[in-house]
């Protein structure tokens, strides 16, 4: 992700520098999400802690940088594959989700209905 958000920046447009700061913040966040989880995402990103959720925000981020120019439809359909392989293991029922997915719903304290 973050490869592709830098990507954007040629040729130096407003829009391009907007949308290619995005990407590089969305795949930060999602490189910390792999090793270390802050106690507010859980909160306020918890769509990022099951397969279907991840999955629909990693197809809109390949979805972001699929135009224009070769390297950003590569790095676009990568990501988007992937988003499409985490939807796929959600309906899958003998896969669980690995552990850093499985620590956030227990951890953020939120109220059950």
């Known amino acids: 992700m973050v490869l592709g958000g830098i990507s954007q920046f040629s040729p130096i447009k407003f829009q391009s520098v907007v949308v290619g700061c995005y990407v590089i913040v969305f795949g930060l966040a999602t490189a910390l999400l792999e090793y ?56 899958i029922p003998s896969i669980e989700p690995p552990q850093n997915m499985r620590d956030a719903d227990a951890s953020w304290g939120g109220d059950q209905v």
């Open 36 to 91: 270390q989880i802050p106690p507010y995402m859980a909160r306020y990103a918890s769509f990022l802690f099951s397969f279907l959720g991840r999955g629909i925000f990693y197809i809109f981020i390949g979805s972001i940088l699929l135009h224009d120019h070769v390297l950003r439809i590569i790095a676009g359909s990568i990501i988007g594959f992937v988003g499409v392989v985490y939807v796929v293991l959600e309906y």
